[in-house]
């Protein structure tokens, strides 16, 4: 379902590098999972794509997915995307607020969303996007294709407890990964033929546990390892390692790009495989003669 009303039509695009060919017929979608701080991995994935020129027709992410798809779509290269993230913290993505609701503001998380990628819309983006909210009263998952982007991956990303719900359109809006962690049906129904979904296994907390705030991540991301090891797998499933990393700890963030590029390079002969084999895009006016002479 939708949640926010609906903005102008807008053109649908493709990410690609400048001059790639387009011979591929298959539309081909990302789908991102959660995983909290694990989702700088998703970085490294989308690191090699864009180095061999696969292209990406449209994007669903869920949680830290949200925040990757959004810059993705909104025409972020990797560089981009990396100079945007590389130095994150807690301390920038959520203020504390003295609230029986959560230990941080998701209000910040959205502020840092618009300094990087404006005030768009889901109308302004370069291609087809959409998020995954879970409704903490009646337990719906809620996909958002429409409204603010930065609203909406804030309400992808509000983990409870540590941030304070979404309340939106009578909703009570939380993290997506607890009904959708990785939203390859997402990506399916934004068009996509083919689906290269990436998935961040939550690995289980290591036996030192220093504050309250880890030992929540920690226990939520327990959770979550269960909604990853039963998710859908897409065309491809790209899954790192991530065995000796966390969902709370920033600095490992160049481990964890280095980790989704390895795993997304491992995957890349499958890939350029399954899209070589699809048949070339011929014009539309042959498409539409050929499909009157049957």
């Known amino acids: 379902m939708t949640l926010f009303p609906k903005g102008?039509?807008?053109?649908?695009?493709?990410?690609?590098?400048?001059?790639?060919?387009?011979?591929?017929?298959?539309?081909?979608g990302l789908a991102l999972s959660g995983g909290a701080v694990?989702?700088?991995?998703?970085?490294?994935?989308?690191?090699?794509?864009?180095?061999?020129?696969?292209?990406?027709?449209?994007?669903?992410?869920?949680?830290?997915?949200?925040?990757?798809?959004?810059?993705?779509?909104?025409?972020?290269?990797?560089?981009?995307?990396?100079?945007?993230?590389?130095?994150?913290?807690?301390?920038?993505?959520?203020?504390?607020?003295?609230?029986?609701?959560?230990?941080?503001?998701?209000?910040?998380?959205?502020?840092?969303?618009?300094?990087?990628?404006?005030?768009?819309?889901?109308?302004?983006?370069k291609i087809p996007f959409a998020t995954t909210a879970v409704d903490l009263m009646t337990g719906e998952c809620v996909v958002i294709r429409e409204g603010s982007v930065a609203e909406a991956v804030r309400a992808s990303c509000i983990i409870p407890g540590v941030y304070s719900p979404l309340e939106k359109a009578g909703r009570v809006l939380i993290d997506g990964g607890f009904r959708n962690f990785l939203p390859v049906d997402v990506a399916r129904e934004l068009g996509a033929d083919y689906v290269i979904a990436v998935k961040l296994v939550p690995q289980r907390a290591p036996l030192k546990l220093q504050n309250v705030f880890q030992i929540l991540i920690a226990s939520l991301a327990l959770g979550m390892r269960n909604n990853a090891q039963n998710a859908p797998d897409?065309?491809?499933?790209?899954?790192?390692?991530?065995?000796?990393?966390?969902?709370?700890?920033?600095?490992?963030?160049?481990?964890?790009?280095?980790?989704?590029?390895?795993?997304?390079?491992?995957?890349?002969?499958?890939?350029?495989?399954?899209l070589a084999a699809a048949p070339a895009r011929l014009p539309l006016w042959t498409r539409l003669k050929t499909a009157l002479l049957r």
């Open 8 to 28: 102008p039509p807008r053109k649908e695009g493709v990410m690609r590098k400048r001059n790639a060919p387009d011979t591929n017929e298959k539309k081909v």
């Open 38 to 125: 694990l989702g700088i991995a998703h970085l490294g994935v989308i690191r090699v794509l864009e180095e061999n020129d696969i292209p990406i027709h449209c994007v669903a992410g869920t949680s830290a997915g949200a925040m990757a798809g959004a810059f993705l779509a909104a025409g972020f290269s990797f560089a981009e995307m990396w100079k945007a993230t590389r130095r994150m913290s807690w301390g920038k993505i959520g203020g504390l607020t003295i609230s029986r609701k959560g230990l941080f503001s998701s209000k910040v998380l959205q502020r840092f969303m618009e300094s990087k990628i404006g005030k768009k819309t889901f109308a302004d983006l």
């Open 234 to 274: 897409g065309d491809v499933t790209i899954e790192p390692d991530l065995r000796g990393l966390n969902s709370y700890d920033f600095d490992k963030a160049e481990e964890l790009l280095r980790r989704g590029e390895e795993a997304a390079r491992a995957a890349l002969p499958q890939i350029q495989s399954d």
